[in-house]
Nanobody, 121 residues
Framework: QVQLVESGGGLVQPGGSLRLSCAAS????????MGWYRQAPGKQRELVAV???????NYADSVKGRFTISRANTKNTVYLQMNSLKPEDTAVYYC???????????????WGQGTQVTVSL
């Protein structure tokens, strides 16, 4: 069984910063890509950032230059450093990890429980 636990959300003023973390635990053989998604009220879930096993990254245009995704492979953890936050960044943020539990198993998508980020005065 695999579990992803997120932390780091909260309330922050515009222009402020937050750092999200997502740690995977359980029966894990390998982890491929890791990513962060977000869903604002009334909107579809959207990709925020993704990082491959080798460290290549990709970002949504709306967060380029402000957010940084990183990972610690030895800790099965992915991070999202969010700077210069704007009210439109307000959403529930979900982490995603593509995990293979055994050498012979396909990789599957696992999701965190979601953490609320609110940017407001």
């Amino acid at each position: 069984q695999v579990q992803l636990v997120e932390s780091g959300g909260g309330l922050v003023q515009p222009g402020g910063s937050l750092r999200l973390s997502c740690a995977a635990s359980g029966s894990i053989f390998s982890i491929n890509a890791m990513g962060w998604y977000r869903q604002a009220p009334g909107k579809q879930r959207e990709l925020v950032a993704v990082i491959t096993r080798s460290g290549s990254t990709n970002y949504a245009d709306s967060v380029k230059g402000r957010f940084t995704i990183s990972r610690a492979n030895t800790k099965n953890t992915v991070y999202l450093q969010m700077n210069s936050l704007k009210p439109e960044d307000t959403a529930v943020y979900y982490c995603n990890q593509k995990i293979r539990r055994t050498p012979v198993e396909y990789e599957y998508d696992y999701w965190g429980q979601g953490t609320q980020v609110t940017v407001s005065l």
